[in-house]
C-alpha cells in the first residue's frame, strides 16, 4: 500500500518559484503515474500536470511553459518545478499516485495530504 507524503509548499511574491516535492512509499513491483492536482478555496479540484511511467508529461494549459514535472524512480519521487508564479496560481497542491501496472496488493489511487502554495501579488 502505497503512502504519499508532500513537501516545498510556501509563500512567494508573483515571478517567483518554488519545488513541490512528493514521496511515495511502494513495493518496487508496483508502476504508478505520477499527478499534481490543485484546489483553490470555492473551487474545484483541478489536475495541473501529470507524468507517466514511460517518461511522458502533461500540463494543464495553464501551467504549461512555467511548471515542469519530473521523476527520480529510484526514490519513487516526483517533482513540480514551478517557476514565473502567479497569485491565480494559489492553491492546496496534491500529489496523486495512480496504478498503471502491478498487483491487487499495489492497490489503485492514493492522495498525498496536500501541501498549500501562496502567490502574493
Known amino acids: 500500500q502505497a503512502q504519499l507524503v508532500e513537501s516545498g509548499g510556501g509563500s512567494v511574491q508573483a515571478g517567483g518559484s518554488l519545488r513541490l516535492s512528493c514521496v511515495a512509499s511502494?513495493?518496487?513491483?508496483?508502476?504508478?503515474?505520477r499527478s499534481w492536482y490543485r484546489q483553490a478555496p470555492g473551487k474545484e479540484r483541478e489536475f495541473v500536470s501529470r507524468?507517466?511511467?514511460?517518461?511522458?508529461?502533461y500540463y494543464a494549459d495553464s501551467v504549461k511553459g512555467r511548471f515542469t514535472i519530473s521523476q527520480d524512480s529510484s526514490k519513487n519521487t516526483v517533482y513540480l518545478q514551478m517557476n514565473s508564479l502567479k497569485p491565480e496560481d494559489t492553491a492546496m497542491y496534491y500529489c496523486?499516485?495512480?496504478?498503471?501496472?502491478?498487483?491487487?496488493?499495489?492497490?489503485?489511487?492514493?492522495w498525498g495530504q496536500g501541501t498549500q502554495v501562496t502567490v502574493s501579488s
Open positions: 496523486k499516485s495512480e496504478l498503471r501496472y502491478g498487483v491487487v496488493s499495489c492497490g489503485t489511487n492514493y
Open positions: 507524468i507517466i511511467s514511460d517518461g511522458r508529461t
Open positions: 511502494t513495493y518496487s513491483y508496483c508502476t504508478y503515474d
